[in-house]
């Protein structure tokens, strides 16, 4: 910006730059999308979202996001707000973020239900297209799954519980130990159709993290805009998520987890609003 003098000088934080991954460039290089013909696949006509008691606006809801790093690990999560954020994540026509990205869906949602109301705790799953429950029904190789919808559960949201009972303990092992995985409302994992993807291109892989992403997004603003909160998950055991659902082989796969539930504040952090160190250079300049 024209007029601004630099002052100070910047810490050196690694002297000898010695830490190359050159797997990255080779991932980059290998999964560029090259032109291709235009996708034609449309979200399938769904009913609208329940509605939200909030009146903040987007804008406010995005600048005010944050991720979470506590939970009260008491709170239990209101069912329609639990069933509001997970059908916000199934694509619907015209609706942000899914029109920017109109591809059919291939990552689905492995919940570990801590604490909803009118909710037995356990190991749900949300399928986000489909057809695609007799696949997934066979690549759990697991006889004790029970595959069963819910009382109260909207009818188009293919939503189902494997196993009652509780998986707070299940869910921290998954996720590296933390205990921000069970003391929320819920966690998850974002398992993706890995190998039915790639056989199309190996840019499909940069695609499955875009999905994760969108999906991601959609859970931090639906969390905030309910009062509570979310955060993803980058430390989680792939192998130990693929064994707990009976998976074997590379045809699914675990992408990246989130949680959500009611957080703790630091009350030793300061919030200030948005760009509040520009707030007085703007109002000059107007």
Avoid at 21 to 35: C, G, H, Q
Avoid at 93 to 115: A, C, E, N, S
Avoid at 225 to 234: F, N, P
Wanted: glycine share 6%; net charge neutral.
């Amino acid at each position: 910006m024209a007029g601004i003098k630099w002052v100070g000088r910047a810490n050196v934080l690694d002297s000898q730059h010695n830490y190359e991954w050159s797997i990255i460039d080779n991932v980059l290089e290998a999964t560029i999308k090259p032109t291709t013909e235009k996708m034609n696949w449309f979200a399938p006509p769904l009913p609208p979202l329940l509605p939200l008691s909030c009146t903040s606006h987007a804008a406010d809801l995005i600048r005010q996001r944050r991720s979470t790093q506590l939970f009260d690990a008491q709170t239990s999560l209101n069912l329609k707000v639990f069933y509001r954020l997970l059908d916000s994540t199934l694509p619907r026509k015209g609706i942000v973020p899914w029109d920017t990205f109109q591809r059919l869906p291939r990552i689905h949602l492995v919940l570990f239900v801590h604490r909803v109301q009118g909710l037995s705790p356990g190991l749900y799953i949300l399928l986000r297209r489909e057809g695609i429950k007799e696949n997934l029904h066979a690549a759990f190789q697991h006889e004790h799954f029970d595959w069963l919808k819910p009382i109260h559960c909207p009818e188009s949201l293919p939503f189902y519980q494997l196993v009652s009972g509780d998986a707070k303990t299940v869910a921290e092992q998954i996720f590296c130990n933390q205990e921000i995985a069970s003391e929320g409302a819920f966690s998850l994992g974002m398992l993706a159709e890995f190998e039915n993807s790639l056989k199309n291109g190996a840019w499909h892989y940069r695609q499955l993290f875009w999905e994760a992403g969108l999906i991601g997004q959609v859970l931090y603003l639906e969390a905030e805009a309910a009062g509570i909160r979310g955060t993803g998950i980058g430390c989680f055991f792939d192998d130990a998520f693929h064994t707990m659902l009976g998976l074997t082989g590379t045809n699914y796969q675990s992408m990246y987890h989130f949680t959500v539930g009611t957080p703790l504040y630091d009350k030793r952090l300061q919030t200030l609003p948005p760009y509040v160190h520009l707030q007085g250079r703007m109002r000059k300049t107007r």
